[in-house]
C-alpha cells in the first residue's frame, strides 16, 4: 500500500514562504499522479496543486494564483525514492490549514482535482499564517 509523511509545517507570518515536503515510502510512486490538498477548520478538504509522472505537468486551485510550486523528485531507477513539495509564498491568513498529501496509481489527469481519485493520504501537516 505504501505510507506518505508530510513534515515542514508550521507558524508563519502573513507575506512569509514555507515548504512542505512529503515522503513516500512502501511501493513505488513514480507512475502515479501526486498532490496535496488541504482542510482549513471547520471546512471540507480542497484541492492544492497534483503533478504527474514523466512529463510533470502541474495543476493548481484557483485561489494558488501563482503563489504555490508543487514539485517532485521520483530518484533514479535504482533508488525509487519519491518525495513530493510544495512551496508555498506570499502566505495569507486563509491559508491556515492541515494540508495533506495524497498518491493514486493512474498517471492520467483525469479527475486530478478529485480528492475521491486519491487511494492513500498522509496524515497533514498544519500550516498556521498569523496576520
Known amino acids: 500500500q505504501g505510507q506518505l509523511v508530510e513534515s515542514g509545517g508550521g507558524l508563519v507570518q502573513a507575506g512569509d514562504s514555507l515548504r512542505l515536503s512529503c515522503e513516500a515510502s512502501g511501493r513505488r510512486f513514480d507512475r502515479g499522479v501526486m498532490a496535496w490538498f488541504r482542510q482549513a477548520p471547520g471546512k471540507e478538504r480542497e484541492f492544492v496543486a497534483a503533478?504527474?509522472?514523466?512529463?510533470?505537468?502541474?495543476?493548481?486551485?484557483?485561489?494558488v494564483a501563482g503563489r504555490f510550486t508543487i514539485s517532485r523528485n521520483d530518484g533514479s531507477r535504482d533508488n525509487a525514492k519519491n518525495t513530493l513539495y510544495l512551496q508555498m509564498t506570499s502566505l495569507k491568513p486563509e491559508d491556515t490549514a492541515v494540508y495533506f498529501c495524497a498518491a493514486r496509481p493512474s498517471q492520467s489527469a483525469i479527475e486530478i482535482r478529485a480528492e475521491a481519485t486519491y487511494n492513500l493520504w498522509g496524515q497533514g501537516t498544519l500550516v498556521t499564517v498569523s496576520s
Open positions: 503533478i504527474t509522472p514523466f512529463n510533470f505537468k502541474t495543476y493548481y486551485g484557483d485561489f
